[in-house]
């Protein structure tokens, strides 16, 4: 039988589709520096489960062991003086098929739990919530937190065009470009109707958004005072950025709404090289060259498919 030690620990899990898979998986690159093919990480990195488009829960473990028996034993000493409380069992785990736990099993564990922590029940509105969850051959049950996505609201824009970039994409390019958020400063250079600040300042970080267009940015202001945000939204070439920032998330402008030239492209990243020591960019064309030919190092990238149309997605310093 073990128990955690002080320092905690945490049990994401996560759910994607085929096409979201390689963003996916640079977003967990980003927040926990490892690769895994798996739904499941164990990292002592503190993530809000909600930043996260694709995560779906954590649980903080506060016990641990080698079967059910053992759980059972170790949340007897959970003392809640009177406040209720929910037992979850994580549907998401790596058990293997052939001795899957099925619906009605999973109830009967939570049941169980229940009946060995010393508290009130309430399934409905509960003072806490606890997760129990398999991983790797052991059991694991804590606190748990669901990822409540703040992101799908921000999906009825009051001002939208229909090459805009999605919610979850936009939301994993934050993560991905700023995975730790304190004390960083970051800008959308060419933010269009303001897609990408809107799910950055939704995560407390401090960002600015600038675009050439007037008609756009005045969607962008629109669409970040729809959902109660504050940022500078400036009009304004990417030349006349005169701050320096942490992190730019650069969307090279394209299609119906840009006729940019190669050498207008160049230009945007020789810029954004100048003041940012960060970048990812969002493009639908090959150009590592130019990436190169701006000074950036490119350190990582992923390919976001929605059908038959794709965005690459590429981490520069």
Not at 58 to 71: A, F, Q, T
Not at 201 to 224: C, E, F, K, W
């Amino acid at each position: 039988m073990n128990t955690i030690s002080l320092l905690p620990d945490y049990i994401y899990t996560y759910a994607y589709n085929e096409d979201e898979r390689s963003l996916c998986h640079l977003e967990m690159r980003s927040f926990f520096g490892i690769d895994t093919t798996s739904n499941i990480i164990r990292s002592s990195i503190d993530i809000d489960p909600s930043r996260s488009p694709f995560m779906k829960e954590r649980i903080e473990i506060m016990y641990e062991g080698d079967n059910l028996p053992e759980i059972l034993q170790q949340v007897e000493a959970i003392q809640l003086n009177g406040s209720t409380f929910k037992v979850i069992f994580n549907k998401i785990n790596d058990l293997d098929p052939s001795v899957k736990i099925e619906y009605d099993d999973r109830r009967i564990i939570e049941r169980d739990l229940g009946l060995h922590i010393d508290g009130e029940a309430d399934v409905h509105h509960p003072d806490h919530t606890f997760g129990i969850i398999t991983l790797g051959g052991r059991w694991y049950f804590g606190k748990y937190m669901k990822n409540e996505p703040i992101w799908f609201q921000h999906m009825k824009k009051p001002r939208n065009y229909s090459i805009a970039l999605g919610t979850r994409l936009a939301r994993a390019a934050v993560n991905i470009a700023i995975p730790k958020t304190l004390g960083i400063t970051a800008i959308d250079p060419c933010c269009g109707i303001g897609t990408v600040v809107i799910e950055a300042l939704s995560m407390g970080i401090n960002i600015v958004g600038r675009d050439l267009n007037p008609h756009i940015i005045q969607g962008a202001r629109a669409n970040t005072a729809h959902f109660g945000y504050e940022t500078e939204l400036t009009l304004g070439d990417i030349s006349d950025v005169l701050s320096s920032y942490d992190v730019a998330i650069l969307d090279m402008p394209y299609n119906l709404f840009s006729s940019t030239t190669p050498e207008e492209q160049l230009s945007l990243l020789q810029h954004t090289r100048r003041f940012a020591s960060k970048v990812v960019i969002i493009t639908i064309e090959t150009m590592d060259e130019m990436i190169a030919e701006a000074g950036f190092v490119t350190t990582d990238r992923c390919v976001a498919k929605k059908r038959s149309f794709s965005r690459q997605i590429i981490v520069c310093e």
